[in-house]
């Protein structure tokens, strides 16, 4: 067994292709981007080379000139995982070979390509794969970190919190927000998901571009392909104006696909397209265009299990979780519960100027105690919703008490409630369903009698968890 090479310091990469002619443009490429490119044309070559060297990465075909099953590029890959664990190794695969692309991501490599690739393509996927490795091989190796430590060199603001558990998610953001590597977001609802989504935009390079959210679960399958890429005027009966899709608007910044659980099978495909090779049409269009955009995805739903069921694909799948991130629901951490209450009670009782307000010790108790299945969401709400109905300044148990089991109650139709008896957000939510119904559900209808874009109906649809 050769011995380690350290590849921390190298530009030197790999490429791995009984094809010439596809080595030498590969070559070319990489020399361009800065890279020391060598070439191997056969497995046995690419051992001995890489013994001759250290490498930062190898890019590597699954299939030679004697079999196109793939088999023989799995083997080399197991070989040279073998002998060079920390070896990143991107795969360069037929388009439509998934199985053997995802067999290829179990058996270690960090990437694959699928032919035909672009430029772009491969610069982006070298560039995230050294991120990748070099965050994977200081993971291990570096002692975990305070959150005053994390605080000195990252922005954190707005997220509260101290747990361990916490904190080192926290840590995790602060290493790979750097690196352009996708980040899958998982965790309850209410935990914080979005927050730290922005969190990672914003202590990124990219954070002088835009951060462009998009919510899978509200977009209707029949339009999802005019919102994501955007269309020509005239490609369907309502498109009166072309228009640019959601990838289009991330264009240099971060694209956030928020409930990714919640995506049609049939438009997975179409966002798997995108996600391989950064290129799409606008709908009505044939001229291509390519984005660069970070992709960082959120779902609470059990992403593997849907892949079991069929109903999530699993190439899709590890297009987005090179990296995941699992938030942890709050009855895991109670002991951050008093802290965000504290920020809850601050922030709300400024926008209500109550600046007085305290939190009495048996009410912190009885919030500590408390299971919160709707999580730091919840928490949120039943401080906002306490407040209105407490005139006193001193919150009490009693009081979140009676607030945690107060109906909601239908306010009198055309009236206005009187203050302390709903919240706003009960009335938003109030108005909404009102609208919904008055135009049968038409979100578009419903958001121009609201005064609101289609997007910002959405957004709300989606925090009152409403299904128009
Ligand atoms: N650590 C935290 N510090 C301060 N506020 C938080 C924290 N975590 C969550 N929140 C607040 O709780 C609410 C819910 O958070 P967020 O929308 O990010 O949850 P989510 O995980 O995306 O939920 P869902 O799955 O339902 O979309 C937001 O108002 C957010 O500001
Ligand atoms: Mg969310």
Redo the contacts with the bound molecule.
């Keep these: 067994m050769p011995t380690m090479i350290d590849n921390t310091d190298t530009r030197n990469v790999l490429i791995i292709d009984d094809d010439d002619a596809v080595t030498t443009s590969l070559a070319l490429l990489l020399k361009q981007s800065g890279y020391a490119p060598y070439t191997a044309s056969n497995p046995e070559e690419a051992l001995q080379t890489l013994g001759e060297r250290p490498f930062a990465l190898a890019l590597q075909d699954m299939n030679f000139s004697r079999s196109t099953t793939g088999e023989e590029g799995l083997v080399l890959l197991q070989r040279i995982k073998g002998r060079y664990p920390h070896l990143p190794v991107v795969l360069i695969t037929a388009w439509g070979s998934v199985e053997l692309a995802v067999r290829g991501v179990k058996a270690g490599a960090i990437d694959f390509i699928t032919k035909p690739w672009t430029h772009e393509q491969i610069r982006q996927s070298v560039q995230t794969a050294l991120g990748l490795a070099e965050f994977r091989r200081t993971e291990a190796t570096t002692a975990p970190m305070s959150r005053a430590e994390l605080d000195a060199v990252h922005d954190f603001s707005?997220?509260?919190?101290k747990d361990p558990r916490?904190v080192r998610m926290l840590e995790v953001i602060g290493r790979v927000a750097a690196t352009d590597a996708p980040v899958l977001i998982t965790?309850?609802?209410?935990?914080?998901?979005?927050?730290?989504a922005e969190a990672l935009w914003r202590n990124s390079a990219r954070k002088e571009h835009p951060f462009v959210k998009v919510n899978l679960g509200g977009i209707p399958t029949s339009l999802f392909e005019s919102e994501l890429f955007g269309h020509v005027k005239g490609a369907f009966t309502d498109a009166r104006q072309s228009r640019i899709g959601r990838f289009e608007a991330a264009d240099e910044g971060t694209i956030f696909l928020?409930?990714i659980g919640d995506l049609d099978i049939s438009c997975q495909v179409k966002l798997l397209r995108v996600l391989q090779d950064r290129t799409f049409e606008r709908v009505g269009s044939s001229t291509s265009r390519t984005v660069n955009v970070r992709v960082i995805s959120?779902t609470?739903q059990d992403l593997v299990s849907m892949i079991e069921t069929g109903s999530f694909r699993e190439d899709l799948l590890y297009r987005l979780n090179l990296i995941v991130v699992h938030?942890p629901p709050l009855r895991e951490r109670k002991g951050d519960i008093p802290a965000?209450a504290a920020?809850f009670l601050h922030c709300i009782g400024g926008i209500y100027r109550r600046p007085d307000l305290e939190i009495s010790p048996d009410a912190m108790d009885w919030l500590i105690v408390q299971e919160w299945p709707g999580n730091?969401?919840q928490l949120?709400h039943l401080v906002e919703r306490t407040i209105l109905l407490t005139p006193r300044n001193s919150l009490r148990a009693e009081d979140f008490d009676m607030a945690a089991h107060m109906q909601e109650k239908e306010p009198t139709k055309g009236m206005v409630p009187q203050p302390g008896r709903v919240t706003l957000d009960e009335m938003e939510r109030e108005m909404i369903l009102r609208s919904l119904k008055e135009y049968g559900g038409n979100v578009s209808r419903a958001a121009t009698a609201l005064g609101l874009s289609r997007g910002a109906l959405y957004r709300r649809l989606?925090k009152h968890r409403i299904v128009p």
């Design positions: 707005g997220l509260i919190g916490f965790g309850e609802s209410g935990t914080g998901k979005e927050l730290v928020d409930e959120a609470n938030m965000l920020h730091v969401r949120k989606e």
